[in-house]
């Protein structure tokens, strides 16, 4: 855990658990890396789905409690959110010999939080990568969260080259990922999504876009290798009918009663069900890094505010439908 200094340091805080408006702006103790420690000024963070969760508290079915007992009654224990950033390496501890002060760097700190602020510490060996050149610090900090929990479930389903994946949620940030990856790992991809995003979907690789407004893919005769649920809108026994035996479904939002059941009987009629939390490793980001500069991959922002609208930026992450990451620039990366 990172040391802080008598330094203060700007943060926008949650010590309330609620709607965006509770959200205040605030002076925090500055952190200090520790031997193994990164400290990184912070230029950009984005507002991940966590965040909002952790926020509101408003959890998938089960957590509330759970959510309340590991994060804080009343109010984040942390209250510090953030878990997505990018930003520039100011310090670092006397066993740290990947990255140097000076260095652009992006990364995802998980439960740890802290990318609201000015700065954030967390360990050399976690989720840190440095930036590609080619890539804003803006879409540098949007890039983590989406590709990291696509590579990791991806991963666990085993996704091979000619499968077919169908991505339902398409469109958000995990989505979009999702849809990325899959081509890149040589899948055909079918999306799903609302009609203001098919043109998007389709163009970051999806063979198909299916308008969920105007039709259910359960219907569909096509059957595929994977369904990658990232909305969690139908039931487990609705998306299992169009997998293909040995088909494997991904539940991106499973509530605790159905992630009990995939962790205790994963396989249903010769079917695979893959719920749970995602990895963050170092290892993912730096591929997702290799790929943004060959120009195969990229993050998708919707909209970027600065850190003095933060609150806003809040209210608009909770809008449905964006179509990206929404993005705070927190400062310039020659401030100090």
């Given at each position: 855990?990172?040391r802080?200094?008598?330094?203060?340091?700007?943060?926008?805080?949650?010590?309330?658990?609620?709607?965006?408006?509770?959200?205040?702006?605030?002076?925090?103790?500055?952190?200090?890396?520790?031997?193994?420690?990164?400290?990184?000024?912070?230029?950009?963070?984005?507002?991940?789905?966590?965040?909002?969760?952790?926020?509101?508290?408003?959890?998938?079915?089960?957590?509330?409690?759970?959510?309340?007992?590991?994060?804080?009654?009343?109010?984040?224990?942390?209250?510090?959110?953030?878990?997505?950033?990018?930003?520039?390496?100011?310090?670092?501890?006397?066993?740290?010999?990947?990255?140097?002060?000076?260095?652009?760097?992006?990364?995802?700190?998980?439960?740890?939080?802290?990318?609201?602020?000015?700065?954030?510490?967390?360990?050399?060996?976690?989720?840190?990568?440095?930036?590609?050149?080619?890539?804003?610090?803006?879409?540098?900090?949007?890039?983590?969260?989406?590709?990291?929990?696509?590579?990791?479930?991806?991963?666990?389903?085993?996704?091979?080259?000619?499968?077919?994946?169908?991505?339902?949620?398409?469109?958000?940030?995990?989505?979009?990922?999702?849809?990325?990856?899959?081509?890149?790992l040589?899948s055909?991809?079918?999306?799903?999504?609302?009609?203001?995003?098919?043109?998007?979907?389709?163009?970051?690789?999806?063979?198909?876009?299916?308008?969920?407004?105007?039709?259910?893919?359960?219907?569909?005769?096509?059957?595929?290798?994977?369904?990658?649920?990232?909305?969690?809108?139908?039931?487990?026994?609705?998306c299992?009918?169009?997998?293909?035996?040995?088909?494997?479904?991904?539940?991106?939002?499973?509530?605790?009663?159905e992630?009990?059941?995939?962790?205790?009987?994963?396989?249903?009629?010769?079917?695979r069900?893959?719920?749970?939390?995602?990895?963050?490793?170092?290892?993912?980001?730096?591929?997702?890094?290799?790929?943004?500069?060959?120009?195969?991959?990229?993050?998708?922002?919707?909209?970027?505010?600065?850190?003095?609208?933060?609150?806003?930026?809040?209210?608009?992450?909770?809008?449905?439908?964006?179509?990206?990451?929404?993005?705070?620039?927190?400062?310039?990366?020659?401030?100090?």
């Amino acid at each position: 855990m990172a040391r802080f200094t008598a330094d203060p340091m700007a943060a926008l805080v949650c010590t309330r658990y609620g709607a965006p408006d509770l959200l205040k702006f605030s002076h925090v103790p500055r952190p200090a890396p520790r031997h193994n420690e990164v400290l990184v000024q912070v230029v950009a963070s984005s507002i991940t789905s966590g965040d909002r969760r952790i926020r509101s508290m408003n959890m998938p079915p089960g957590f509330g409690t759970l959510g309340r007992l590991a994060l804080g009654w009343s109010g984040p224990r942390n209250p510090v959110l953030g878990a997505e950033f990018s930003g520039v390496v100011r310090a670092v501890g006397d066993r740290v010999h990947k990255f140097a002060p000076g260095d652009a760097v992006f990364g995802i700190s998980g439960f740890r939080m802290g990318g609201h602020a000015e700065y954030v510490c967390l360990p050399h060996h976690g989720a840190l990568a440095h930036k590609p050149g080619n890539l804003s610090f803006e879409d540098a900090a949007a890039l983590s969260f989406g590709g990291t929990t696509a590579l990791s479930f991806l991963g666990r389903a085993a996704l091979a080259p000619g499968e077919t994946i169908l991505v339902n949620g398409a469109s958000g940030n995990v989505g979009l990922a999702a849809v990325q990856l899959a081509r890149l790992l040589g899948s055909e991809v079918t999306g799903v999504c609302s009609t203001a995003h098919l043109e998007q979907v389709h163009s970051l690789g999806a063979v198909r876009v299916i308008d969920y407004t105007r039709e259910d893919f359960t219907s569909l005769d096509q059957r595929f290798d994977v369904v990658f649920d990232v909305a969690c809108n139908l039931s487990v026994a609705q998306c299992l009918t169009v997998l293909k035996p040995g088909g494997r479904l991904i539940r991106i939002q499973a509530g605790l009663a159905e992630m009990c059941r995939a962790l205790l009987q994963p396989r249903r009629g010769g079917l695979r069900v893959l719920a749970g939390t995602a990895q963050e490793r170092s290892g993912d980001l730096e591929q997702l890094a290799d790929w943004v500069r060959q120009g195969l991959y990229r993050a998708v922002v919707a909209r970027v505010f600065p850190f003095a609208q933060a609150i806003e930026a809040h209210r608009f992450a909770d809008l449905p439908g964006r179509g990206g990451s929404v993005v705070m620039r927190m400062q310039s990366p020659a401030s100090s």
